[in-house]
Every structure is written in C-alpha cells, then in structure tokens.
C-alpha cells in the first residue's frame, strides 16, 4: 500500500525548483505506488461519508478522483515544489480501478508549455497513470500560475 504521504516531497526549508529551470517536453522521472482497497475505502469515506465508491457493471470501483492524491508528487520527482497555485486540472478516465483490488500504477508526464500572461507566470504540464498490463488508467492536465 503506498500512502500519498509516503512519495509527497516536502519542502523542508529546500528552496522550489525555479519557474526558468522547468524544461518542457522532459520527461519526469517515473513514479510507481499501489492502491489498495484500504486507501480506495478510506478515500471514499473521506469525500462522501462512506466507503460505497462507484458500481460499475456489478463491481465496486474506486471514485476516480483518487489520483488526484498522487498528482503533485508526479511533478515534484523532478521538480521540487514551487508553491504555485494550481488554476486548472482536467482528468481524462481510461478505465476503473477495482476498489476490492490493488492496482499498480506507473506514473509520468512532463511540462506541456511555459507561458507569460499579464504580468504571471504559467505552466502547463501533463502525467498519465498506467496500469502493470501498460494500458492507461488516468491521464490529467494541469495548469499552475506563478506570482
């Protein structure tokens, strides 16, 4: 079982990756966890009061938004955080994840664009999560804005 907690970066007085290091199109180092029905559960119960999640043709799945839990560690394998705030993030879903079952997850993405808009600074980046058998599971885009 591999808790959010467990791979998220802490900043312990390290300062943020700076906004003119990020590279777009590199790839981010990879990061692997699993799910367990434990984390689905205690998700599920966190966000709606109970552990029901989605029924999906007869079997519980996991509520999808729980990738949203590993989200920012994807980024800040490569780059530390930076203390952004995030503006935008679109969640693309490929498949479920069984809440009964552990599902191993391979996750990276890259930063998509660096832009500059009246007077912020702005990045656009992307992560996929893949399944053990290579098939996605998730994919998300995020935009963060800078002071």
Known sequence: MTRPVEIKPRDAGRPGSEYENWAVGVPFAELTF????????????AI???PDGYV?????????????LYLNAVLHRTYYPNHG??????????????????TWVRATGHIKDKFEKRGRKYMKWSAE???????????????????
Request: hydrophobic content about 45%.
């Open 48 to 50: 709606t009061g109970r």
């Open 34 to 45: 699993e799910i367990t029905p434990d984390i689905c559960d205690e998700y599920a119960v």
């Open 129 to 147: 999560f893949i399944g053990r058998d290579g098939n996605a599971i998730l994919s998300a885009d995020t935009t963060v804005a800078f002071a």
């Open 56 to 68: 999906i043709g007869g079997k519980r799945a996991a509520i999808p938004s729980i990738f949203g």
């Open 85 to 102: 705030v995030m503006v935008d993030t679109r969640f693309r879903f490929h498949r479920p994840v069984w809440a009964d079952e552990t």
